[in-house]
Every structure is written in C-alpha cells, then in structure tokens.
C-alpha cells in the first residue's frame, strides 16, 4: 500500500468519527424528547465474518450513544444477512414480516439490512419495491460507513442504499463492542477467490484480501490487554493468507508471531481449505502450546467426479493422505467439517464415497448440508438436481452415522482430566458453567459465573453424545 491509500484510509476513518458524532447529537436530542435512552439490537445470522461484523456495526451504534436491547422492538433494528443457502434467505423475510406490525406502533424505529443478502440485486429490488418500510441498505464491503449511512437517512427521511460491488479498502481502528469479554473473532482476510461451483461466498463478499500481520498482531495485543485469552483467525480460506500483501507471508508465519503474544492462551482459525494446507502449517500446529488442538477441513463430498465439479482441486485420496500426516503429526487432534448432500447429479455411489470418508477419518464433529441452488453460481444451471427424497434419505444417513463416530470419538476422552475455557452459565441448570476443550468440545460442570473467562483442569466424567459433563480437579 502506498502513502496515498494510507492517507485516504486516515481519512476515511476520520470522516466515519465525524459522522458519529453528528449521528450522537441526533440520538441525544432524540433521547431528551422521548425521556429515554434510544436502543439499539443487531440480529446475525450466517457465519463468524458476519458475528464479527455485527460486533463492529454494534461498536458504531453505542459510540453513537444507542443502547443495547434483546429485544427487535427497538429503535434501530439492525439484520446483519446471510445468502449462503436459500434458507438463511427465508428467515430474514420472515423476521421483516413480523417487523413491519412492530414499525407501526413505533414510529421512532430505524431497520437496517445489511451483510451478504443485500450484495444481491435481486434482493435489494425486492426490499425496494416489497419492504418499503427499511431505512438503510447496505452491503459487506462498506460495514464501516453505518453512521454516514444513518445520518443520511436522518437528514433525507428517505431509504437509503449503498452497495459496493467491491474492494480493497481495509479501515481500521473503528470501535468494536464485543459479545464475549474473554474470546473474539479477528479476521485476517477478506473475501474468496475460490469459485466453489456451488459457492455464492465469492460474489457478495469479493475477492480475496488480507490484512497487514502487523494491523492483526496489533489487534490481537490491544484485546489481550482487555482481557481476551482466545482468539479465533478468521477467512474464508486461512491457508492463502497472505498472498498479495507487500511484503509476503503465509499463515504458518502469521501463526507463529500470534504465538508469542503474552497472555493469549488457545489460538483457533477457521476455516481451512484442504488444497491449501502445507506441511508447514502442520509443523507450526505440532509445535504450538496455544493452538488448539482442532482442525476444521470441509470435505464437501468424499466423490472425486463430484469433487471435480464443485471445483474445490483436491481428491478423495490426497485429503485422507492430508488427514493421515495431521493425525501422526497431532495424534490428539479433533477433525472436523462440513459435508453436502443432493449437490447435482450426485448418484448413491458418489454419496457412499462421502460416506467412506466419514468412516475413515472418524470426525469429532460434521456439519451437514442439503445442496441449495444459488443463483449466480455454476452448479445453478447444471442438469439432474436430485429428487427431494433422494436427498432426504442420503441425509439421514450420512447424520446417523456423523453422530454415531462423534459419540464415540467422545467417549474416547471420559476420564481424562483436560482444560477447559469456562465460558458461559449453562441455560438449563443455573449451578453449571458451560465451557470447552481445546479440542472445541462442549463441557458442562458444577461452578459459578465468576468463573467464566478462566481456564480450568476438568475431569471428563460422562459422554452424552457430543458433550461432556465433567468436574473441576483443579484451577489452572
Ligand atoms: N470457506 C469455507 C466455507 C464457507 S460456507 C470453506 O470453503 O470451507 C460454509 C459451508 O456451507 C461450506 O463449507 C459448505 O459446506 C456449505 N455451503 C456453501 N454453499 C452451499 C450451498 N449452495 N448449498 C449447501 N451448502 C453450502
Ligand atoms: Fe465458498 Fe469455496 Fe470460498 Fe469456501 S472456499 S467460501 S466454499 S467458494
Ligand atoms: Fe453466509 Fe456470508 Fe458467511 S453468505 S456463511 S454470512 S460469508
């Protein structure tokens, strides 16, 4: 980047500060008129680049003096969107059906879309003609304009919308208000160039771009000094990171300097492609005393013809040889990924290919999905989609057995004394703590909210399928 780009950054985020602060003399005018303070909620929905998002969107809104609600009764409803299947789709329009009533008896409130959905154009005309009632439209590449955004309605008292199709603009150091004090998201990279036949990702969030290793390290120091002690590394496809910054560097090295950072304790990432793995990153892995012991590695099919098709550039047999090297470097690891059933043309002995995998690399835990036809993209207009019962029935079964290996992959661990991140009272038994392994898996055990956000030595003393329920031997 050179000095120009760094300035217009500068400048940008001044820019977005003067903003907020127009937007703070709104809320407290509008706030002395009510009586009370203004409030505020974000809905997410998809994935943890959009959670993140979401937590930057909600640091502008309390900067601008807005209040934290629970509730979708509030006076700025914010949908941070996801399009990645046709479902995440159908609960945005749902919950905008049900606001439309609440808008009514509140003429004070603000909606606001923003996140993937909104980078389609379909959906934007959709909200334009059907949902005229929104505020604010925007997308994911200009997260970090909510408060001009907000202004301009404010001053126009008109719908305003601004999606950008792209970019390369990274702007730092807006305020972030975070979900959890002791764990965060930090996205290192943006975007996706890898065109999955199947895969919307790459055009509502853009091409692939990553962030400075200093602008993370920086993060990732300035949230251990607030008291953060895990940190999960964010991209679509962690192992490409650093390909084309200025100065190069792979994520391997990137994980190494995350390392030495004092205070921080477990290290996470998501997600990795399996084309891109080195050896590299294994060895960094095995050597590592704070990254955790799970590796997430979406297969999609175990079929190489349908591998083929979906364009995702490994085998059947060069991912269990990959799957092979992680277990004899990390004999402990816990594997785990993200399966599609019904993906076009996929016939029974393409799915016992998937459900072979399953098989030989015993996952700790799978995300399954049914194939949703995503406009835009290649596998939409491929011939033979599956019949709905077809896909119905290969679904049970692959989840049958994905629970069957998870349970006994879970038991393997009971009487094992491990750490465990306490990380939030359990929502059915006031006198657990709800935490988790290195390895990712949930544990529940006797303890006090005091305790969440420390690390404790917990005993595995029961295996209920995919959770445990353990007790505290000793405090870390
Ligand atoms: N970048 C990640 C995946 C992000 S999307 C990766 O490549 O692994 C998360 C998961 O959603 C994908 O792994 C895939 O299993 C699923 N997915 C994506 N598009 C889908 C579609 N059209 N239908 C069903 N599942 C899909
Ligand atoms: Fe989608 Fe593939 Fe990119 Fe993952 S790597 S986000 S599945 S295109
Ligand atoms: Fe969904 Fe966008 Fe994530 S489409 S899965 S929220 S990148």
Not at 323 to 348: H, N, Q, R, S, Y
Request: charged share 30%; hydrophobic share 35%; proline share 3%.
């Amino acid at each position: 980047m050179n000095r120009t780009e760094n300035l217009e950054l500068d400048n940008e985020l001044k820019r977005q500060n003067y903003y907020i602060e127009l937007c703070r003399e709104w809320v407290a005018e509008q706030s002395a008129k009510l009586g009370r303070p203004l409030t505020c909620t974000a809905k997410t929905f998809g994935c943890q680049m959009n959670s993140r998002d979401s937590e930057k969107l909600l640091g502008i809104l309390i900067k601008i003096g807005y209040v934290e609600t629970d509730s979708e009764n509030a006076d700025f409803v914010l949908y941070n969107t996801c399009t990645v299947r046709e479902n995440a789709n159908l609960k945005v329009y749902g919950h905008l059906g049900y606001m439309q009533n609440l808008k009514k008896k509140n003429p004070n409130m603000m909606i606001a879309l923003c996140g993937c959905m909104m980078q389609e154009e379909t959906v934007v005309e959709k909200i334009k003609k059907s949902y005229r009632f929104v505020d604010v439209v925007f997308g994911t590449h200009n997260i970090f304009k909510l408060a001009e955004l907000l202004y301009k309605r404010i001053e126009s008292g008109k719908m305003v919308i601004d999606i950008w199709k792209d970019t390369d603009m990274i702007v730092e150091d807006l305020p972030i208000e975070r979900k959890f004090s002791f764990k965060s998201g930090v996205n290192i990279m943006f975007g996706c160039d890898n065109f999955c036949s199947y895969c919307i990702v790459p055009y509502v969030r853009g091409r692939e771009r990553s962030r400075k290793p200093e602008d993370i390290i920086k993060e990732i120091e300035n949230l251990v000094a607030d008291g953060v002690i895990e940190i999960m590394l964010l991209g679509q496809n962690v192992n490409s990171y650093g390909k084309g910054l200025e100065n190069e560097i792979t994520f391997a090295q990137l994980l190494k300097q995350v390392e030495q950072i004092e205070g921080l304790k477990r290290i996470r990432f998501m997600t990795s492609h399996p084309k891109d793995l080195s050896d590299e990153l294994i060895e960094v892995m095995k050597n590592s005393t704070k990254i955790c012991r799970q590796l997430h590695l979406p297969i999609q099919s175990g079929s190489n013809r349908l591998l083929k098709l979906m364009n995702r550039k490994y085998t059947k047999e060069s991912y269990l040889e990959l799957v092979d090297k992680i277990k004899t470097a990390m004999p402990d690891i816990a594997l785990t990924t993200d399966i599609i059933v019904g993906f076009p043309g996929e016939t029974e002995e393409d799915f016992q290919e998937t459900m072979d995998v399953v098989k030989k690399v015993r996952y700790d835990s799978a995300f399954t999905f049914i194939y949703s036809k995503r406009t835009g993209t290649p596998a939409a207009k491929m011939e033979n989609q599956v019949s709905e019962e077809e896909i119905k029935d290969r679904f049970d079964r692959l989840l049958a057995e994905v629970q069957k290996i998870s349970a006994e992959e879970t038991e393997k661990r009971v009487g094992m004394v491990l750490p465990v991140l306490a990380e939030s009272r359990n929502t059915h038994d006031d006198s657990l703590i709800t935490g988790r392994l290195s390895h990712n898996t949930v544990v529940h055990f006797k303890g006090t909210p005091d305790m969440i956000g420390n690390i404790y030595n917990v005993r595995l003393n029961e295996a209920k399928g995919f959770y445990y329920i353990g007790e505290i031997v000793e405090e870390r």
